[in-house]
């Protein structure tokens, strides 16, 4: 990979950030107009999509995918900078996530509105998410601008969450799926083998 990214010179080093730290800002610079052989481009893409990291669901792979295209379009001598996180308790995090990419997909809308102002109303993973906690009761109250009482979704740290914790979390969740979506299952049972199955190819 160094043969491939050597024209990009990051500042700082991650070598600076103390052991443990799970939350860093970034800096590259191009340092050079030199393209990429067809070489390098398609080694490159093999091991950045899919074969060695990629997104953990289909949002976090187009934010990925798109994040490689604003670096590839930078120009000799253009900056950019972003913040990385290293979660904690992964298993927890993609345990959660496989759930709710599952029920996702499987949940179909009953759409009383097919348009907006001439726009298709589609599916949104985040608003899905958010529904779903907030149905769990994770959540807190607020306000909107015209001071009409609001509920948020809670964020949720699965870096302090430890196993007794996260199941209750986790059952919360998995109870509003099952009684709201995967109405044909029978039970937590089915579903955890299911949720196991999809684990296995993460």
Known sequence: ME????????????RDYQQGLIMG?????????????????????????GAYIDGLCESDKAE?????????????????????????????????????????EAWEPDRVRQQYKGMPVQKNFERFRSDVTIAAGYYTQTFDLDGNMKLEAMSISFAKMDDTEFEKLYSAVADVILGKILTTYNGREELDEVIAEVLNFL
């Open 3 to 14: 043969a491939i990214l050597d024209g990009w010179r990051r500042l700082p080093s991650v």
């Open 25 to 49: 800002d970034i800096t590259l610079v191009k340092t050079t107009d030199r393209s990429l052989t067809h070489e390098e481009r398609t080694a490159l893409y093999s091991a950045m999509f």
């Open 64 to 104: 990925w995918k798109k994040f490689w295209s604003v670096v590839k379009g930078l120009a000799a001598g253009e900056v950019i900078k972003f913040t990385f996180k290293k979660i904690r308790n992964g298993k927890f995090h993609r345990k959660f996530f496989a759930l709710l990419n599952f029920a996702f």
